[in-house]
């Protein structure tokens, strides 16, 4: 698989929110290859095994533990894609934080390894998007 062949985009709905469990987002991963690509996306849907939330100041900022996905049959969880199609993940910080986080600022990104090595160490990840809780 091409490097640059996927794109993934982070969107919130809000960039302030009063409590970070209110976020809403949604992260769109788009072939923008010449190819189709097969993906593994069996954790994706697991919010707290592909989302990464840090403070301002670059400290990670503990989620709650992510659920277990199936066990890997080869099968379950990939998604192909064709060139210019695109997959949308939506995501709550309902299922993120099981307390509020102090007001502050902060910056989440979609962060997931893939097992075929095609995307390096890296994985496949998107921009820190920054947010702020308001606390009111």
């Given at each position: 698989?091409?490097?640059?062949?996927?794109?993934?985009t982070?969107l919130?709905?809000s960039?302030?929110?009063?409590?970070?469990?209110?976020?809403?987002?949604?992260?769109?991963?788009?072939?923008?290859?010449?190819?189709?690509?097969r993906?593994?996306?069996?954790?994706?849907?697991?919010?707290?095994a592909?989302?990464?939330?840090?403070?301002?100041?670059?400290?990670?900022?503990?989620?709650?533990?992510?659920?277990?996905p199936?066990?890997?049959?080869?099968?379950?969880?990939?998604?192909?894609?064709?060139?210019?199609?695109?997959?949308?993940?939506?995501?709550?910080?309902?299922?993120?934080?099981?307390?509020?986080?102090?007001?502050?600022?902060?910056?989440?990104?979609?962060?997931?390894?893939?097992?075929?090595?095609?995307?390096?160490?890296?994985?496949?990840?998107?921009?820190?998007?920054?947010?702020?809780?308001?606390?009111?």
């Open positions: 698989m091409p490097e640059a062949a996927l794109v993934v982070l919130l709905a960039a302030t929110v009063a409590d970070a469990r209110d976020l809403a987002i949604e992260v769109t991963i788009r072939n923008a290859g010449r190819e189709a690509v993906l593994n996306a069996l954790a994706f849907p697991y919010a707290a592909v989302l990464e939330v840090r403070t301002a100041a670059g400290a990670s900022v503990s989620l709650v533990p992510p659920g277990m199936p066990v890997d049959d080869g099968v379950t969880g990939r998604i192909d894609l064709a060139p210019g199609a695109a997959e949308l993940f939506s995501y709550s910080g309902a299922v993120l934080f099981d307390a509020p986080l102090a007001p502050g600022r902060y910056a989440i990104r979609f962060h997931a390894a893939l097992q075929d090595g095609s995307r390096g160490t890296d994985g496949l990840a998107s921009a820190w998007v920054p947010f702020t809780v308001s606390g009111s």
